[in-house]
């Protein structure tokens, strides 16, 4: 069983997909002849990547990008090429609101960590017995959007979307976990 003591809580759109990569992907259709994706920039993978090779940390998705559960959204995004590498990092997701406030279902997962019961009211799984978390877990949320709750924002890296997240977003993330300023 994996301990997780560390999470990167992970967006997608704006954080490894931007404006910049799907222009880029219109002037280089051999990338996606290739088997590339037009959703997914490697480069910006890479960039979470080092968060997790440096801090030790595990993502929990907290995208749009997920599903009802960690099963289904596994299921659903091993077919795409550029995100194995953040697959192999995924742990758990976060629940799906009605109201889409990020920063609640950030909220919930971490209140899944001090209890240790990681099912939605229907009884859909956000991680499973694979991983052992901590009560609290030192994050950090990776997202262009700013719904967070105000307690979260010491926590938060927030990202541009035109260009996804950057060298400088990388090197935050990399302090919040790691507790270095």
Excluded at 92 to 121: P, Q, V
Excluded at 140 to 145: K, L, M
């Amino acid at each position: 069983m994996k301990i997780i003591d560390k999470i990167i809580f992970l967006d997608v759109d704006g954080v490894i997909n931007s404006d910049e990569f799907a222009r880029w992907c219109h002037q280089n259709r051999d990338f996606l002849k290739e088997g590339g994706s037009n959703h997914i920039s490697p480069w910006l993978v890479e960039k979470v990547i080092k968060i997790c090779d440096e801090t030790g940390a595990s993502i929990v998705m907290s995208s749009s990008w997920r599903l009802w559960s960690l099963g289904h959204t596994l299921k659903n995004l091993s077919s795409k090429r550029d995100l194995r590498p953040i697959l192999e990092h995924l742990v758990g997701i976060t629940k799906r609101t009605d109201e889409r406030y990020r920063g609640k279902e950030i909220k919930h997962f971490l209140e899944c960590c001090k209890t240790g019961y990681f099912y939605t009211e229907i009884g859909e799984q956000l991680s499973d017995e694979r991983y052992s978390f901590v009560k609290e877990p030192k994050y950090v949320i990776i997202d262009d959007d700013n719904d967070m709750l105000d307690e979260q924002l010491p926590y938060f890296v927030q990202t541009d979307f035109l260009v996804g997240i950057s060298n400088e977003d990388v090197n935050k993330a990399i302090k919040i976990l790691n507790g270095t300023d």
